[in-house]
């Protein structure tokens, strides 16, 4: 019964979530990247953005950004929607033609 007596999100988004003044700081920096759609998960242990496009000299040649701001801990990168050549829409397809999979993580 582990952290049976917090009923909802909230309760525990209140002590594991990120503080309003953290939300506050990543959102303007995922908006100054051109960010949109920006939405805070039920949690606030998570921000999501898409992008079309950026400032330039703001995103490594992997697709994420150069500079995170303080406070920023991780910052991952998922091409669920994009386009593969051939019409595969299969997750290893996208990646194959993506050019982002292990292998050039670790080049």
């Known amino acids: 019964r582990y952290l049976d007596f917090y009923k909802s999100a909230e309760a525990l988004a209140h002590l594991f979530g990120a503080a309003p003044s953290s939300v506050d ?16 998960s039920p949690m606030r242990d998570r921000l999501t953005a898409k992008f079309f496009s950026a400032p330039a000299g703001c995103f490594s040649s992997r697709g994420l950004p150069l500079r995170p701001p303080a406070g920023v801990h991780l910052v991952t990168r ?27 993580q670790k080049a």
């Open 25 to 40: 700081a990543a959102t303007q920096w995922l908006s100054s990247l051109n960010g949109t759609q920006i939405r805070l």
């Open 78 to 104: 998922s091409d669920a929607g994009a386009e593969t050549s051939g019409g595969d829409p299969s997750p290893r397809a996208r990646r194959r033609s993506s050019g982002y999979g292990v292998g050039e």
